[in-house]
């Protein structure tokens, strides 16, 4: 059965790869080597595919057809969508038979995610996936979460799904090693009379509540609060799911920087692969 | 006259800015078979991002809009600073 080795959460704005160099030097170094240690860890620990989970931005998806939650199951995913993000258009490799594992396995789990065989990857996996493995040869499962046009998951809802999703990696028999990631967030508002903002005061906070075992106080939220963070503020539901997947193991913040000149508080979170109270 | 013909319409226009090569002309949004009152019509033509805004176009298509057109960033807030937003409530994570 596989092991989640590595866990982690980190901010995809497109910035990160556009214009990195518009970010003061300082925070762009914190937040750019908070992800090499992620990349560094996962190469040691052998990782064989990725699980990532990240919002949709209408590049998969419109309004003639927007589901709450889709695993893709493609053979490979055709990346970035954006030219400008300054990324190599690739193929990303899938990993059909994992994916295939989690969506029969969240179904039986009582949740019903749509399924698509031709997933393309925007900026909120491909910002992350390229610092993961620059080479872009891991292969990927994609998850997309509606995280922008209401109504959305509540919180709750996605860590629930998220711990079935976590369940469903640690029963797949294919593979040994698996990364789950969560691409998305901190604040940001986009397309609207607050674009630039960042609420430094929900970021810090959110990440206090992951690093206390996402308690009530946040699964309880309700979406217009959340709302009040960042009209994009709504992709940390894919944080949230990371949660639940990794309930019972410590989470810490490794970096978190408001960066205005990419519009968007910028973290990265990990999680300690093997549970609380586990022999060292 | 149809919320969802307004964002088709600049969505599918998106769609088509990304296929166009580097250095080949860039075409015009066209509103022709979209069902679109003279007011969206005219919003559309002009690139009218208040207007689009205020006619309830998603944010995030907004926003792609207004980086199809060489803005960057937050740029383009000036363009919507005269929008009415929502009073801010109190928050769980406001200490102040």
Redesign the interface.
């Known amino acids: 059965m596989a092991d989640i080795v590595m866990a982690y959460g980190a901010s995809h704005a497109p910035m990160m790869t556009a214009d990195p160099e518009s970010a003061p030097d300082a925070q762009a170094e914190n937040f750019f080597g908070a992800l090499e240690t992620v990349r560094e860890k996962a190469a040691a620990a052998g990782v064989q595919a990725v699980v990532m989970m990240s919002g949709e931005h209408f590049s998969n998806f419109f309004y003639d057809n927007l589901p709450q939650i889709v695993i893709g199951l493609g053979e490979g995913h055709v990346g970035p969508r954006e030219k400008w993000l300054k990324v190599p258009e690739v193929l990303v490799p899938g990993e059909p038979g994992l994916a295939s594992h989690l969506l029969a396995e969240t179904i039986a789990a009582g949740f019903q995610p749509a399924l698509s065989h031709k997933m393309v990857a925007d900026h909120g996996f491909m910002t992350v996936y390229y610092k993961l493995d620059p080479q872009m040869r891991l292969p990927m499962v994609p998850i997309v979460m509606n995280c922008t046009q209401p109504p959305l998951m509540t919180l709750r809802h996605a860590y629930d799904f998220g711990a079935a999703v976590g369940d469903a990696i640690r029963s797949y028999p294919g593979l040994e090693r698996v990364a789950l990631c969560a691409a998305g967030g901190l604040s940001h508002f986009v397309g609207e009379p607050r674009v630039g903002d960042i609420d430094e005061e929900f970021d810090r906070w959110f990440l206090k509540q992951l690093e206390s075992d996402a308690p009530p106080e946040l699964l309880d939220m309700p979406n217009d609060e959340l709302m009040e963070a960042g009209n994009g503020t709504g992709e940390v539901r894919s944080w949230v799911a990371l949660a639940g997947a990794m309930r019972g193991h410590a989470a810490k913040a490794l970096v978190y920087e408001p960066i205005y000149e990419w519009i968007n508080g910028m973290g990265v979170v990990t999680y300690d692969p093997d549970p609380v109270g586990a022999p060292a | 006259m149809s919320l969802?013909q307004l964002?088709?319409c600049v969505?599918n226009y998106l769609r088509t800015l990304?296929a166009v090569e580097a250095g080949s002309p860039v075409p015009t949004l066209s509103t022709s078979g979209y069902e679109l009152n003279e007011e969206e019509q005219r919003a559309l033509k002009t690139g009218d991002v208040g207007a689009m805004?205020a006619m309830g176009i998603?944010?995030?298509?907004?926003?792609?809009y207004?980086?199809a057109m060489g803005y960057?960033?937050?740029d383009?807030?000036e363009l919507?600073?005269n929008?009415n937003?929502e009073p801010?409530?109190k928050?769980?994570?406001?200490?102040s």
């Open positions: 969802y964002q088709q969505y990304e805004y998603h944010p995030v298509i907004i926003n792609g207004c980086r960057r960033r937050a383009y807030r919507l600073e929008k937003t801010k409530r928050t769980r994570w406001q200490t």
